[in-house]
């Protein structure tokens, strides 16, 4: 690899074994937001590992969240400021009978890949731009940027606690541009992807409830059924051609520009779909999509997914109850132009108006607003122009993907770029990450920073 970053290249390769170190100490501390364990000792460990590092590192406190690691570091060399935003927080490891190597904690190496929980999704992430910023201070003594970092513990379950942390501290957060280094690299090519906007995604649970109590099924004809009226209820929402049936839903819906369809052009011409359906283990995409189409659809069409229903008795052999109560968790994944809490008000009056006024709409309301930037931002160009350094191709721009919390409260051109492998499992057992795309990707950190501060 031929570069002017050849040095701190060189320094990252000699100290691998210390990056390696370092995510397996941190893959190894549970930190399971949806569940509320160990969000503080990672993040006070997160802590200690950047000190240790030479880095800025302050704990602040969220009123009734974990806390958020924030540093910021100056240079000389540049009048950018960069903010670097990734998350300590993990998936539920569930089922753990589904783990091998050691189980979600055990950050084992085996033949040359790390496992656990968070080894992909996001503590590698996070140490790709402490390891980055370090290499710059041990080999050059400075940073090529002003960096600021923002590292948070409720990223999976939302962010739910963090606006109001953001809103208090807009000044400190202030910066030219913010990328987010979590996620896989494109599974065909095996380039990163470079996604240049937010698919907000709106978290809704409805709940249909009966009796007092589960009755015996005898008493069917004489009893409302919660999941009969559940299952009536969800099949208003999306026709059989997913589109979603709710009145206005797609009220103000971005309309794609040149440059996005360009995007699809050319993202459509060098990626091997086949090799995605092979790795999802299907045979043809829904609806029959393919080519651009496909690409089209998965990146700009809004989505109404149901994550999972329960209702009454699922254990073995049967149980003769009409159950009293039943629910429904879906996402709603919003692209530019959709409003979160319009949706919501949306979601309630179809609900109303197709007999279903009773179903309780619980949602999460504070989703974070969806949004898209150009390619030509400053932020953009950096990310593609060091994906091409590190990878030596040019990597796949998307129009938008899934971190806009932040972005709620101080407006920063952001984009979310990744460097796993594929096959890396995320939020599914046994996640991991190559020890190889893990190194790369500090390296991905570092060609970042060199090239937004030059910009």
Known sequence: MSDTLQDIYDYIDRNADEAIADLQELVRQPSISAQNVGLRDCAELVQRQMLRDGLDAQLHELDGGPPVIFGHMTTDTSAKTMLC???YDVQPPEPIEAWSHGGPWSGAVVDNVLYGRGATDNKSG????????????IVRGRLPVNLKFIIEGEEE?????LGPWVECNKALLEADGMHCLDGSVDTATLLPDVDLGLKSVLFVELVARGAKSDVHSLNFPLLPSPAWDLVRALGTIMDDQRRILIED?????????DEDEEQLRAKAARVDLDALRREWGIDR????????DAIRARTYEPTANIQGLVAGYTGPGMKTIVPNEARAKLD???????DPAKAVERLRRHLSK????HIEVIARESAEPPYKISVKEDMSQAVIAAAHRVWGEAPIVNGVSAEGTILRHVWIPCVLTGFANPGA???APDENIRIDNYIRGIKYAAAIMEEFGRR
Not at 126 to 137: E, G, R, S, T, Y
Not at 332 to 338: E, G, K, T, V, Y
Request: net charge neutral.
């Open 332 to 338: 709603f994944r919003l692209i530019p132009n959709i």
């Open 157 to 161: 379950i939302g962010s739910i606690h």
């Open 354 to 357: 197709h007999g279903f006024g």
């Open 285 to 292: 995409f829904a609806l029959g999509r393919d080519g651009i």
């Open 126 to 137: 996070v140490l790709a731009f402490n390891k980055a910023a370090k290499a710059f201070l």
């Open 425 to 427: 499992n995320l939020h």
């Open 85 to 87: 935003y990734s998350h």
């Open 249 to 257: 839903w797609y009220e103000g819906l971005y309309e794609l520009e």
